[in-house]
């Protein structure tokens, strides 16, 4: 399930139409996005990252890198695959970079989402 976290302060901030809209549009979403697509490939435990986000001003100078490398590192030493999905067609070389591997992809044309889905598999 999708949702929205944040702090309290935020989410004073959001009007109810605005909730109204995230919610018709996670219900949408929901209909294309598969939380649990890893199964297919992964019988046991993994890491999943579930969001990564680097602002735009701080794009290019490593962050990305200093965010995932402790991850990546902490699994290959405890030989456990890593998943994550990105719905950004131009972020899959950026993690093809990391050494992910896009396992599968999803697309909905009604609504123009696609869901790519990556596997690190440990010391790849």
Partial sequence: MLSIQSSSKLRHMISKDDIKTY??????????IDQNWQKEFITKNYYHINVIAVAQEERGKGNLRALIT?????????????????????????????????????????????????IKYPNS
Avoid: W
């Fill in 23 to 32: 919610s018709n549009n996670v219900k949408a979403v929901s209909k294309i």
């Fill in 70 to 118: 402790p991850i990546i590192t902490y699994c290959n030493e405890n030989s456990i695959p890593i998943v994550l999905e990105t719905v950004n067609a131009n972020q899959i070389t950026m993690y093809e970079h990391f050494g992910f591997n896009l396992i599968k992809s999803m697309s909905d044309s009604t609504i123009g989402l696609s869901q790519y889905c990556f």
